[in-house]
């Protein structure tokens, strides 16, 4: 816990309403008149580190104020009944009961030994103010307790909505795409498997789309699978971004990776995030660019990851930009806090460059 320069400030008023009202008593002798008035500027200006010790706070202005007591000084033990607040409002009630009960005993004895009248409606009245601060400070420890256990429980309704929400989404592409992928593959699987039964050739893009309906039932399943139980997908990082070349090479696009640096424990956000902008990226090579060759490139740097896709398809510098897909990527990396550049190349083809950095992704 850093310095509070409130504090600070709170603490200089109070050592300087101390000592205004100690003078005003103007002690006999220089010597107690000093050792009094050094007391009372040391209890007000040790409440400054109140919150961070709270318990020696508590103790040294106890102490400074039998001491200037001792010394002659008729001063109400401001001091002391701030840092019974505090260490109230830090939870240390059994410190604070002990120490208030010493001083209880101990300033009767101060004033009879500098020779200050003690009188029992004296003593009545301070102890109802250690009452009135320690009360005070325990009350708004408990408030606070509250306040806390209030934000948990807003925070366990968020995790329990975030949940059902995720069953919901879980449900609703289960109901809307399962089926779909499902007869697409089929019918491929049928139509490859009548071709090969037929002893005809069988289209290389026919066996694309079977492969690709695969791909797309498993990662659909795996995706319920993680909606529904909260998981994880450790199966989407870059790591496995050779598999995406594997199905661009099937389609006909001739793929090539090339990996430099050290990817180390790269945080999940950012592991698939990388994964889903190659997955987009080559997904529109191989759908919209009639490109004959892709390459991907990823570059694992000590603070982000740079990635970049291009490809020699058919657009060109006035190609318009891709939709859907594009925006879905640009968010992706916005939530990271990093950039992205997909547009046309001067050259021919597309080009996709991602930079996303690793500090605070999770």
Not at 1 to 12: E, N
Not at 75 to 96: D, I, K, N, P, Q
């Amino acid at each position: 816990m850093r310095f509070d320069v409130r504090d600070g400030l709170i603490a200089a008023g109070v050592a300087a309403i101390l000592l205004i009202t100690g003078l005003s008593a103007r002690p006999a002798g220089n010597g107690a008149a000093i050792a009094g008035c050094v007391l009372l500027a040391a209890g007000g200006l040790a409440l400054a580190w109140r919150r961070r010790f709270p318990v020696a706070v508590l103790i040294a202005t106890g102490l400074c104020a039998v001491g200037y007591q001792t010394a002659g000084f008729d001063v109400f033990a401001v001091a002391y009944l701030v840092a019974v607040y505090a260490a109230m409002r830090a939870g240390e009630r059994a410190a604070t009961v002990t120490t208030s009960v010493l001083m209880l005993a101990a300033l009767p004895l101060a004033a009879m030994a500098s020779g200050l009248p003690a009188t029992s409606s004296r003593g009545v009245l301070e102890l109802a103010w250690l009452i009135a601060a320690g009360a005070a400070g325990e009350a708004l420890r408990q408030a606070e307790r509250r306040a806390d256990e209030a934000e948990r429980t807003r925070e366990q309704s968020a995790l329990r909505r975030a949940g059902e929400e995720r069953l919901h989404i879980a449900r609703e592409l289960h109901d809307s795409l399962t089926h779909q992928i499902s007869v697409i593959k089929l019918q491929a699987e049928v139509a490859v498997h009548l071709a090969r039964k037929r002893g005809e050739p069988v289209p290389d893009a026919l066996v694309a789309i079977r492969d690709a309906g695969r791909e797309a039932a498993r990662e659909l399943r795996e995706t319920l699978t993680v909606l529904r139980d909260d998981g994880d997908f450790s199966r989407y990082g870059l790591e496995h971004v050779p598999g995406l070349l594997d199905g661009v090479r099937a389609a006909g696009v001739n793929a090539t990776l090339t990996t430099t640096g050290d990817p180390g424990a790269l945080p999940p956000a950012v592991d698939r995030t990388g994964y889903r902008i190659v997955q987009e990226s080559l997904t529109n090579v191989v759908r919209h660019a009639a490109a004959g060759s892709a390459t991907v490139s990823i570059d694992y740097r000590p603070g982000s990851v740079r990635i970049r896709v291009d490809d020699d398809g058919a657009a060109g510098p006035a190609s318009p930009q891709p939709g859907v897909g594009l925006l879905g990527m640009r968010e992706r990396v916005t939530a990271l806090g990093g950039t992205l550049r997909a547009e046309p190349r001067d050259e021919g083809g597309f080009t996709v460059h991602a930079e996303l950095p690793l500090a605070g992704a999770s």
